[in-house]
């Protein structure tokens, strides 16, 4: 089974920190303006999903929603989420660690992307 979301050690060992700190968290990939299109990291209060919002899969046992227009521009790509150092500059929990969450994306190959196709039209059925 193909993940649409995966995370690398770097992003998986910062989530193990900020859920020992924090408890559950939760992730919401931007959509763009003031919040950079960066995987923001939220508590589960901070941030209501709505029906506009796709779950890609977990990370490190959190869930990792999209909005659905930027879904549909990325639907094609796996998302990769990475760590990098400095600030961010989001709203997200990792910004006072010095260390920033970033998505980074690979095309799925067309066997993957075969099989995503069928996992979203079972979904839908």
């Known amino acids: 089974m193909v993940d649409r979301v995966t995370a690398t050690p770097a992003a998986l060992a910062l989530i193990a920190e900020l859920q020992a700190e924090h408890g ?8 763009g303006c003031c919040d950079n299109s960066a995987a923001n990291c939220y508590l589960p209060t901070d941030l209501t999903i709505g ?15 999209i909005g659905k ?17 400095g600030q961010g ?3 997200s929990l990792e910004g006072s660690t010095g260390r920033a969450f ?9 066997a ?10 079972r979904d839908l059925t």
């Not at 029906?51 to 929603?65: E, I, K």
């Not at 990325?74 to 150092?85: C, G, K, P």
């Open 69 to 85: 227009y930027q879904y549909e521009y990325w639907s094609h790509t796996q998302l990769i989420l990475d760590v990098i150092e």
């Open 24 to 31: 559950p968290v939760m992730f919401h990939q931007s959509g």
């Open 89 to 91: 500059g989001t709203f």
């Open 51 to 65: 029906t506009q919002d796709v779950l890609l899969g977990h990370v490190g046992g959190a869930p990792f929603y």
């Open 102 to 110: 970033h998505t980074r994306s690979r095309l799925f190959t067309d």
């Open 112 to 121: 993957e992307w075969a099989e995503v196709q069928a996992l979203v039209a």
